[in-house]
């Protein structure tokens, strides 16, 4: 299997989790099997995660990801899926592979009085880490500056 096909398996199974189209881009209103379409190709994807601390942001095929270790990031090049229900994104960082979900849906980072409006799932080799997500056009709610 391509972990093309592994990321976009596991956004189809996140899509099925999802309980309807309560978050920014739910697709009551596309056709069943219709791509996700709340996020552009061209537009800035942002994402943090807490415990450990990550973040980063991904604008088409580039991804930059950092953590409190690495504040600059490493930048990687990344493949876009768009499934029903969210994206998926991957690639490899430093070796292991690297594959991200972007689904719609009520998000808290746990640290901060932000409400963001994508939920975050991250899985860098085996690990999984999971945290929240905006864009410009779909923004977070809440304090500038947390």
């Known amino acids: 299997m391509t972990r093309t096909t592994i990321a976009a398996a596991a956004l189809l199974s996140l899509a099925a989790c999802q309980s309807g189209p309560e978050g920014p881009g739910g697709t009551s209103s596309e056709a069943p099997g219709t791509a996700f379409s709340a996020i552009a190709m061209d537009e800035t994807v942002n994402f943090t995660g807490t415990e450990p601390f990550w ?29 029903n229900n969210g994206l998926g994104y991957s690639g490899t960082l430093d070796g292991e592979s690297f594959d991200m979900t972007v689904t719609p849906g009520e998000c808290s980072d746990g640290m901060s009085d932000r409400t963001y409006p994508f939920t975050v799932t991250l899985q860098i080799g085996a690990e999984q880490r999971n945290g929240c997500a905006w864009s410009e056009r779909t923004p977070f709610s809440g304090p500038e500056s947390p």
């Open 55 to 83: 973040g980063g942001e991904v604008t088409g095929e580039t991804l930059t990801y950092s953590t409190p270790e690495n504040i600059e990031g490493t930048t990687i090049r990344v493949e876009r899926f768009a499934g």
